[in-house]
Nanobody, 128 residues
Framework: QVQLVESGGGSVQAGGSLRLSCAAS????????MGWFRQASGKEREGVAA???????SYADSVKGRATASHDSAKNTLYLQINNLEPEDTAMYYC??????????????????????WGQGTQVTVSS
């Protein structure tokens, strides 16, 4: 069982930045995937960014160029830095993990069903 706890959300003005964190309970696997997803009110969940155990990252077009996902193995913590925030980034952001991640394409790693473990979410609100 993997437990995930997100933090770092909040209210910011458009153009600002946030860094979200996701602390994972300790586990060691050779291959894993970790991702960030978001769900805005009345919309479907969207894969935002993901990273796998070899350090490869993938981003949704909506955040490409503005977001950076990273993973600190020593702290077992996933991060998402988003710059130049837009009102359209307003959503609940969820961290997800799959400790035994199969080989996936950059698009597949952004698919929610890939992941077995999910955090409770952290709210990001961007005002114009």
């Amino acid at each position: 069982q993997v437990q995930l706890v997100e933090s770092g959300g909040g209210s910011v003005q458009a153009g600002g930045s946030l860094r979200l964190s996701c602390a994972a309970s300790a586990y060691t696997y050779r291959s894993y995937c970790m991702g960030w997803f978001r769900q805005a009110s009345g919309k479907e969940r969207e894969g935002v960014a993901a990273i796998n155990s070899d350090g490869s990252t993938s981003y949704a077009d909506s955040v490409k160029g503005r977001a950076t996902a990273s993973h600190d193995s020593a702290k077992n913590t996933l991060y998402l830095q988003i710059n130049n925030l837009e009102p359209e980034d307003t959503a609940m952001y969820y961290c997800a993990a799959e400790p035994r991640c199969p080989p996936v394409t950059p698009n597949q790693i952004l698919n929610g069903p890939l992941y077995r473990y999910w955090g409770q979410g952290t709210q990001v609100t961007v005002s114009s």
